[in-house]
């Protein structure tokens, strides 16, 4: 047994009912993906109540452009790819450069997905954690420079991926990016709610023994200021383990993908395209999750599309 088992699949053809499976769910995923993540954007950028410009939006803003561009280019290349299967137009010479091509997208827009998120969840810890000092430390500028660096970042990791097979490299994928990610989000999710409980208990308790008026206001102000950051995380909540129901079956693919020695290649074939399609189908669900849970994203929607 070893990695990469698979390896010998790359170049054989899957069978048509397959690969028109694939093109036509890619091209679902395509349609919402662009719509939804384009209105997410277009929110951030014109920004109609001018409530946006906050790191936090920047780093929604990296997160959106780049699910964005999973339904500009990644969903279209797998339609096109997977037609051309179907048809039979590939052959073993084109499969090498047509995949190399969907592969490449692939690993850069997950890499800059997952370590966006990473930072969007840093960014609520430290809201959350230390107010004062994220006031002063986190700035709208340093959000658009740390997400650049993801970008970077994203594009040379994914360079490996010309040294090593696909197979491979989405064993190392999954094993670094995916469950780092995993438990960063873990530990500061925890963190985020147990800060936020401590001090709603701090402010109820001071509250309740407070005598003048303005001491009372100033307690009940902060009490609804940890309800709205407690909204907006149990939002981000939502959106990470929605991040984890997308990746954790594509863990768990790519470890059949490089041990699994009894596996055919047309059950490598039916892996890797599923595998694909769960990356395709976070994207597409990710803003209506932002439109479903925070109420800035719901009004501006209504605002720019017109409606009441």
Known sequence: MGLSYAKHCENTHSNTELSYFTASIATVFCLATVIGNFLVCLAIVRDPFGNMKTPFHYFLLSLSGTDLLVGLLLDPTTIFVHIREARGTLNKGDISWDFQM?????????????????????????????????????????????????????LGFSLLYFKVDFFLYSFIFANTAVLSTFFILLFTHRSILRHLRNRSNYWRDRRAVENTIPEKQKSAKKIKNIKQERKVARALLIVLLTFLVSFVPVCGITYLLNFCL????????????????????????????????????RKAFLKLLHLK
């Open 102 to 154: 969907l592969h490449m997208l692939y690993f850069i827009l997950s890499t800059a997905s997952v370590l966006t998120l990473a930072a969007l969840t840093a960014d609520r810890y430290v809201s959350v954690t230390s107010p004062v000092k994220y006031k002063t430390k986190i700035t709208c500028k340093r959000a658009i420079v740390t997400s650049v660096i993801i970008w970077v970042a994203a």
């Open 262 to 297: 009894s596996c055919n290649c047309m059950l490598v074939h039916w892996l890797r395209d599923i595998q694909a399609l769960f990356v395709c189908l976070n994207s597409a669900v990710n803003p209506y999750l932002y439109a479903w849970r925070f109420p800035q994203f």
